[in-house]
């Protein structure tokens, strides 16, 4: 991605500054997105998941609230994982809000296990 300053930065660098997205509908940023690339453009996917982890990990509930929302069942699976730990952790930002947000989001797709760590 590039910034004011710099480009090609690594999304991985640049993505804390993308947070805000997940206050938006996600149909409309992906809308926006998909109008702006080209044939020989990643595809837009990589870098929402990217944003989606970046809230996952975030350090207030806020992001995590936002990410868990805004995810699509796809990406459910790809950060079970992380919303079990989310779900499940009683130490952290999450408030018991997003623990049940994640869990719900999880039973949904028939992913839940409350034994998994």
């Given at each position: ?15 804390m500054w993308l947070l805000p997205l997940l ?49 699509t069942d796809e990406e459910v699976v790809v ?36 034994d998994r760590e």
């Open positions: 991605m590039d910034t004011e300053n710099e480009s090609g930065v690594r999304l991985s660098r640049g993505r206050e938006r509908p996600r149909n409309d940023v992906e809308s926006e997105a998909r109008a702006c690339l080209g044939a020989g453009d990643p595809d837009v996917g990589e870098a929402l998941r990217a944003v989606i982890d970046m809230g996952l990990n975030a350090w207030s509930d806020y992001w995590l609230s936002k990410a868990v929302a805004w995810m950060f079970s994982e992380r919303l079990h730990k989310i779900a499940l952790e009683s130490v952290g930002p999450q408030s018991q809000d997003t623990q049940h947000a994640a869990k719900r989001r999880l039973k949904q797709l028939g992913l839940w296990s409350p």
